[in-house]
C-alpha cells in the first residue's frame, strides 16, 4: 500500500482536498486493484470493524460496489434499507444513525437526497466522540465524492497505464456536458479535476448550467509557484465544449430533481447535446467517453458510442469503483483505528 499519511476522518466533500491526498487515493486504489486481479481477491485489513451503508434513497453501482469494497477488506457489513425501516413510523435520520452506532458500526457510508445529510451525522457523531468516521456516497445536488475519485483513477490509467499518476492529468482538456445544475458528479469532479491541472470545460443548455456555476469553484489553488485560479470554462453550445478535448463525460438527465420546463424536449436535447460518434470527430483523435450512470441511452449519449470499447471507459469506471472505494475504506479505517477512541 501507499505510504503517503492518511489524517483526513471524514470525507464529506473534496472543496478541499490536496494534492497529496489525491495522490494517497489512487496509489492506495491501484494497489487494490493488484488485489482484486488475484485469485483470492479478500485481505484482513478491516477484519472486526463493522461498516454500515446507509442508503436513504436507491443506488445500485455504489451501494454495491461499497458493500463488496467492505467485504473485499473483511469488514462486516450493515445494510440500511428506508423502506422497511423505522423512518416509515416516525423516527429521524439521526435516531437512525445512532441505533447503528449502537450496535457498534465503525464506518457510515450514507447516501441521501437531501444536501448536507452526510455532514449533519457526521457532525453528530462527533459531538458524541464516537469514533465512527462518515464517508458521503452522494448527497441530494451537493457531492458525490467517490464517484469522482474513480473517474480520476479511470482516466489517469487510460492516460498512463503503466504508472498513473495525478501529475497526469496536469493541462488534459475535460468536457462535461448535460445535466450540470442538478449533478452532486459534475461539482466533486470539478475539484478533483481542476485540482490536478486539468482544464474542464462544461456544456449544456443555459437553464442547466447557470451563467454563475463556476464562481461557486473559485477557490485558488495551492501550487508550488503560489496561488493560481482553477480552470473552468462555461459554454452553452456544445461545439467549443468538445474542440481537442482529451476527455468527454456525459450527464444524465435528472428529471426527477427538476422543477419547471427546463427542456423542451429530450429528443431536442439529443440533438443540440446528445454525445454521437460524428460529433466526437471535434476531439483529440485519442479521445475517450465516460458516464457515471445510469444512462438514457439516445438522450445523453448513443448507444453503439456508450459500448464502443475503443472509446468508451464506462465499464472500466464500475470496475475502478471497487478499488477506489476499497481505498477510502482502508484509509479512513486505518485513521480510525490509529486514533484513541473515548470508550462508547
Not at 469522482?148 to 483513477?153: E, N, P, V
Not at 466526437?280 to 439516445?298: D, E, F, S
Amino acid at each position: 500500500m501507499t505510504n503517503l499519511a492518511w489524517t483526513r476522518r471524514h470525507i464529506i466533500s473534496l472543496a478541499d482536498f490536496s494534492p497529496t491526498e489525491y495522490e494517497s487515493v489512487l496509489q492506495t486504489a491501484l494497489s487494490f486493484q493488484g488485489v482484486l486481479s488475484r485469485r483470492t481477491k479478500k485481505v484482513p485489513t478491516l477484519q472486526g470493524q463493522v461498516v454500515a451503508n446507509l442508503f436513504f434513497e436507491p443506488s445500485t453501482r455504489t451501494r454495491s460496489s461499497f458493500e463488496l469494497a467492505a467485504k473485499r477488506l473483511s469488514a462486516d457489513t450493515l445494510n440500511f434499507s428506508p423502506g422497511s425501516s423505522s423512518l416509515t413510523k416516525g423516527e429521524t435520520i439521526l435516531d437512525t444513525a445512532k441505533t447503528y452506532l449502537a450496535m457498534g458500526t465503525d464506518l457510515m457510508v450514507i447516501r441521501h437526497q437531501g444536501s448536507g445529510v452526510p455532514a449533519t451525522i457526521a457532525q453528530e457523531m462527533d459531538r458524541l466522540d464516537a469514533g465512527v468516521w462518515v464517508l458521503n456516497a452522494g448527497d441530494g445536488q451537493h457531492e458525490h465524492p467517490s464517484q469522482a475519485l474513480l473517474d480520476l483513477l479511470t482516466i489517469c490509467n487510460s492516460i498512463n497505464p503503466d504508472q498513473p499518476t495525478i501529475e497526469d492529468l496536469r493541462g488534459k482538456k475535460i468536457a462535461i456536458i448535460g445535466d450540470i445544475l442538478h449533478s452532486r458528479v459534475a461539482r466533486s469532479n470539478l475539484w478533483s479535476l481542476t485540482a490536478c491541472g486539468a482544464e474542464v470545460h462544461l456544456a449544456a443548455p443555459p437553464t442547466l448550467l447557470p451563467k454563475a456555476f463556476a464562481d461557486a469553484f473559485s477557490t485558488p489553488l495551492e501550487t508550488e509557484k503560489g496561488k493560481a485560479l482553477r480552470q473552468v470554462f462555461v459554454h452553452w453550445q456544445l461545439a467549443p465544449a468538445l474542440e481537442d478535448a482529451d476527455f468527454v463525460m456525459a450527464l444524465r438527465l435528472q428529471k426527477e430533481r427538476m422543477t419547471g420546463h427546463l427542456l423542451p424536449s429530450l429528443r431536442e436535447y439529443h440533438r443540440q447535446f446528445g454525445l454521437t460518434r460524428d460529433r466526437l470527430k471535434a476531439c483529440n483523435p485519442k479521445v475517450k467517453v465516460l458516464h457515471p450512470g445510469p444512462t438514457n441511452r439516445g438522450v445523453e449519449i448513443t448507444s453503439d458510442l456508450m459500448d464502443d470499447p475503443q472509446l468508451s471507459l464506462v465499464s472500466k469506471q464500475v470496475a475502478s469503483g471497487v478499488a477506489v472505494r476499497m481505498a477510502l475504506l482502508y484509509l479512513m479505517g486505518g485513521t480510525r483505528a490509529s486514533t484513541t477512541l473515548s470508550p462508547r
